[in-house]
């Protein structure tokens, strides 16, 4: 069976953390970026089945991430996490290709229950 790779993009240490143990508890295996820029340089020397990007980053907008994502990595199916609950915001995160959006703050469960969904469509060969 085909391990399946998350990157989580969080600026905030103990968010990335939590997120990256939740994710290795589903047995995923997870690294993370701290920024826009890292995202990036992630996403080029890697290949990952589910990103976990945050709107608000340090060096810019989640947002100027997801528009990279159709050219580094078509294939990866992007879990939003952000504290805004700005629709017109949302709907741009689908347009750019996300597969799900959850606001903070979240329940554990609630952000398990959802990454369970995206493993689901994770092609296995």
Known sequence: MKRINALVVEDEP???????????EMEIAASGAASVEE?????????FDIAVVDLGLRDGSGLTLLESFP???PDTLILVVSSTMDFSV?????????????AKPF????????L???VALVPRS
């Open 39 to 47: 995202a990036r340089q992630e996403l080029e020397q890697a290949r």
């Open 14 to 24: 103990v968010i990335q953390q939590e997120l990256i143990r939740i994710l290795q």
């Open 107 to 114: 329940r554990p469960q609630e952000l398990t229950r959802r």
């Open 116 to 118: 369970q969904r995206l």
């Open 90 to 102: 949302r709907t741009r995160c689908y347009a750019l290709g996300a597969r799900d959006f959850i």
């Open 71 to 73: 050219r580094l990595a």
